[in-house]
Each structure stands twice: as structure tokens, then as C-alpha cells.
């Protein structure tokens, strides 16, 4: 037994106190319970096991990438217990707890400079484009997490969690989007387990690239990447709705106050969708999204100091 058996069987929690009156009820999934805090624990052990059996990632290696934070985190963290080299591309856009996790895990971090700290439409693709030029070594091999399918089997896994822990039907099912590999997943463990449940992407307001065609800047980290993701199946979604950045950074701070859901800004737009999609239900519904990650990486940035 080793540490990449704790990924996964998260805890699935009511909220009690942001719900408004006459809402239906909204769960969240405490994805912040996996071994690094966030949930893209399952995406990384899925893309690198994946890798393994095609034969593509063989003992002696390097796994590179590029990510905002998570993902490298996550990766960085499987590559150490499985014995890989990790190199990763990234950006001073992202947390810095973030980029200090991933070499702590042991990973190779190289920066590509931001236009004042934010998430840009151009920021990723050269990001991406760097991690392509490291990939071409033949010692390389590059988990391409935006275009790699293997990520969705790794979050089918909390749709499949979501139904076990839920007796009833789920009307509404939420989440921002990033790769598209978690809204994915889960949209289909849940028609396969017989859901007739309602998908919604989400994404900033100030980027409402998938609602609107426009793509813009943010600060939201790990989604809204500056394109449509090649993951993103138009069938196994329903809508796109955008959530201001404010009402996310301030529901964040709302679900540590009120609920004691320590978690990150991507995390309270879910929240904060999934609390207005509660709320166009009204009583005897079920809306489910999930905590990505913990907030405990967000501490050296103004997520939880700006209300001071």
C-alpha cells in the first residue's frame, strides 16, 4: 500500500447556511480531502497509469507538463512516488504556494512571466509551447493534460462517489472549467448510472469564452484557459453560465466563515453557481459541485486578507 491509495472517496457534504430560503438543497464534494489537497490527484494517477500500460512512460523517463499549479502538484506528486523526473512549465500568474508545493514533490519548475499577474489569453498557449519544446526529447513524455482523455476516467470517479453518497436523484450538477476533464467525467458516471441530471459549465464573467465566444483575463487559477478545450464534449453539457469574480472570492471566504469549507476562489464560483442554481429550483431539488482544492494554497495571495 502506498499514498496514491488515499486519492479519492472524498467526503460529500450539505451546505447549511449559504443556501438561501426556498433553494434546493447543494452538496459539495470535499475534493481537497486527496492526498495534495485538490482534486486533480485523480487526473494525474489517471494520465500517468494510462501512460504506463499504452507502454508511452517507462522507468526512467521524465514526465513533463505545463499547469497553473494543481496539476503539477499533483503529478509532481505521483511522479515522486512512482519514481519519475517531473519537469513543469508554469507561470508566476499562479499561486505561489502552488509552484512551491510542486518543488517540494521534487519537480523541475521553469516560469513563464505574466502581464501583471494575470491569467491572459496568450499565457497558456506559450506555456503549452515551451512544454512541447521540452517534450521533444526522447526521454520525454508530455501528459498534454488539455488534449490527454485519460483525465476523464480519473474524475468519473467522483460522479460515480457523488451517486454512492446520494440516495436520490441529482437535478443540477456544476463546475467551472478548465481542461473540461472533471465536468466531463462526472457528466458521464452520471448518465451512466441513469442520472437525467442537468450539466452546467461555468467560467468568469470577465472570460465568458464558452457562453459568449470572448475569450478575456481573470484571476480564477486552474480554469478558463484562453481556449475551448479539446475535452469539452457539447453533449455532455447542457449550458454555460459565467459568475463574477467578486461573488467567488466572496463566497469563498462565506464557506470558511459559515460553512468551514476551507477552500480556494474556483471553488466559491462553484458554490456561488451552485447556490443561484439552487435557488431557480426552489425546495424538493438537488444541486451537487465540488470543493477543488484548499484554500490553505491561497494564503500569500488577497483571497482571504482583502475584507481586512
Do not use: W
Not at 68 to 84: D, H, I, M, Q, R
Not at 140 to 168: C, H, P
Not at 283 to 294: E, F, I, L, N, R
Amino acid at each position: 500500500m502506498n499514498t496514491l491509495q488515499a486519492i479519492g472517496r472524498t467526503p460529500l457534504v450539505r451546505l447549511n447556511k449559504v443556501v438561501g430560503p426556498d433553494s434546493a438543497e447543494v452538496f459539495v464534494k470535499l475534493e481537497y480531502y486527496n492526498p495534495t489537497g485538490s482534486y486533480k490527484d485523480r487526473m494525474a494517477l489517471a494520465m500517468i497509469e494510462e501512460a504506463e500500460r499504452s507502454g508511452a512512460l517507462r522507468p526512467g523517463m521524465t514526465v513533463v507538463e505545463c499547469t497553473g499549479g494543481s496539476t503539477g502538484t499533483s503529478l509532481a506528486f505521483v511522479c515522486a512516488v512512482k519514481g519519475y523526473q517531473f519537469q513543469v512549465v508554469s507561470s508566476d500568474a499562479f499561486a505561489k504556494e502552488k509552484l512551491q508545493t510542486m518543488q517540494a514533490f521534487g519537480a523541475d519548475l521553469i516560469l513563464i512571466p505574466s502581464q501583471g499577474g494575470k491569467i491572459t489569453p496568450d499565457l497558456i498557449p506559450s506555456m503549452r509551447e515551451r512544454a512541447r519544446e521540452l517534450a521533444q526529447r526522447p526521454d520525454a513524455y508530455f501528459t498534454d493534460q488539455i488534449n490527454n482523455a485519460a483525465s476523464k476516467k480519473g474524475y468519473k470517479r467522483i460522479g460515480k462517489e457523488i451517486v454512492e453518497q446520494l440516495d436520490r436523484p441529482i437535478n443540477v450538477f456544476c463546475g467551472g472549467v478548465g481542461t473540461a476533464g472533471m465536468l466531463m467525467g462526472v457528466s458521464m458516471a452520471l448518465r451512466e448510472a441513469g442520472q437525467a441530471t442537468r450539466i452546467v459549465a461555468l467560467e468568469p464573467a470577465s472570460a465568458p469564452l464558452l457562453s459568449t465566444g470572448q475569450p478575456g483575463s481573470h484571476r480564477v487559477e486552474g480554469i478558463a484557459i484562453g481556449i475551448v478545450p479539446p475535452l469539452l464534449d457539447k453533449n455532455l453539457y447542457d449550458e454555460a453560465r459565467t459568475v463574477d469574480e467578486a461573488d467567488a472570492r466572496q463566497m469563498s471566504r462565506r464557506l470558511a466563515r459559515e460553512e468551514g469549507i476551507f477552500a480556494g476562489i474556483s471553488s466559491g464560483l462553484n458554490v456561488a453557481a451552485a447556490v443561484q442554481l439552487a435557488q431557480e429550483l426552489g425546495p424538493g431539488h438537488t444541486v451537487v459541485t465540488v470543493a477543488c482544492d484548499s484554500g490553505m494554497k491561497y494564503l500569500a495571495g488577497d483571497l482571504y486578507d482583502d475584507h481586512l
